[in-house]
């Protein structure tokens, strides 16, 4: 390789957590070569990897023994632009909110409701990452990536990364893509997504006809900000639980005890709100010496005072426990697991 990685890295500053924890070897890359070369240099010397963008959906449960790869691929450029419609290329290091602004600025709809996730470009097909009513299968066209089983790089389209709720083909087969690029098909002229409740009800006595696409991703901006903590100010990876999708019949037996139950209505079945379980369980604002639940969102576990990986799963697995008991409901984690 052209550049040694690093040995013995603390990565505390390189997860939104900061949790601490050491990496043995640590490198980023810039290119698909550069990639393919750190990969193979790690096989030759028989250790694991870990593909690290922003470290906003992980928890570090110890020390990594093998190699860290930062993707810092960056680069953002518009491909097929036709009409009213446009092909937004990112780059894999590419810092998402800004993207998100970027497309915006230059008066592009598409993406305005996912303004303020915390991750990089790569991360985000990983997730299938969405708020407000907005996920990013709504307009992604192809995902470039490495196949480690190949050693190719390949171009997955839309259909092919096998997108559901939170979920994807990259996460299912951890550790097989790498993804270098992704593309949206983003427009001027379609609709704005404005039929969330949070949404419509921050943008209540405005015309959608006099909203441009910054508006939209200034409001998003703002009721995030009103309800989930700054990583940079209150370590946190986000939602912490995904909304736990249930059949209509348990919905409807959940409701006759709880008439207050949040549900969101699918085809054959309902999707619950994670955070109003785990409220009605006790947990929102709570805090130990660590480690706690945001007092604002209790979606959203934080690490107030330097815990660990531990501290950060253990409270999960109480939450969980309690809400399984509670309503009989199983909660899944987001965030992935680095031990």
């Not at 005890?257 to 006790?282: F, H």
């Amino acid at each position: 390789m052209n550049t040694q990685p690093q040995e013995y890295v603390e990565l505390a500053e390189l997860n939104t957590l900061r949790v601490a924890a050491i990496a043995r070897y640590y490198l980023e890359v810039r290119d698909a070569e550069e990639l393919s070369e750190a990969l193979a240099w790690a096989e030759r010397q028989e250790l694991r990897t870990l593909i690290l963008g922003g470290g906003s959906n992980l928890v570090f449960y110890g020390d990594f023994d093998g190699l860290v790869v930062r993707m810092a691929m960056r680069g953002r450029r518009w491909e097929q632009a036709s009409g009213q419609d446009a092909t937004l290329v990112l780059g894999a290091g590419e810092n998402w909110h800004e993207a998100v602004l970027y497309a915006a600025g230059a008066g592009y709809r598409g993406i305005e409701n996912l303004a303020l996730i915390p991750g990089t470009a790569g991360a985000a097909p990983v997730q299938n990452i969405g708020a407000y009513g907005v996920e990013l299968r709504d307009t992604l066209v192809s995902v470039t990536a490495l196949d480690r089983e190949t050693g190719k790089v390949i171009t997955l389209e839309r259909e092919d990364c096998e997108f559901a709720y939170r979920d994807s083909l990259f996460k299912r087969t951890p550790g097989r893509y790498v993804i270098i690029e992704i593309r949206l098909r983003l427009s001027r002229s379609k609709p704005l997504q404005l039929g969330y409740r949070d949404l419509e009800e921050y943008l209540a006595g405005t015309s959608p006809s006099e909203l441009t696409v910054t508006d939209v991703a200034t409001a998003v901006m703002a009721i995030r900000r009103r309800k989930l903590p700054d990583p940079e100010m209150i370590p946190n990876a986000g939602s912490f639980f995904k909304n736990p999708v249930v059949p209509s019949a348990d919905y409807e037996n959940l409701l006759a005890r709880y008439p207050d139950m949040v549900g969101y209505a699918q085809s054959s079945s309902v999707k619950l709100a994670a955070a109003w379980l785990i409220d009605q369980c006790g947990w929102k604002g709570f805090r130990n010496e660590n480690v706690g639940v945001h007092n604002r969102q209790a979606l959203v576990l934080i690490n107030h005072s330097g815990g660990t990986g531990r501290d950060i799963l253990e409270l999960a697995a109480k939450i969980r426990a309690s809400v399984q008991d509670k309503f009989g409901v199983e909660l899944e984690m987001e965030p992935g697991i680095v031990s």
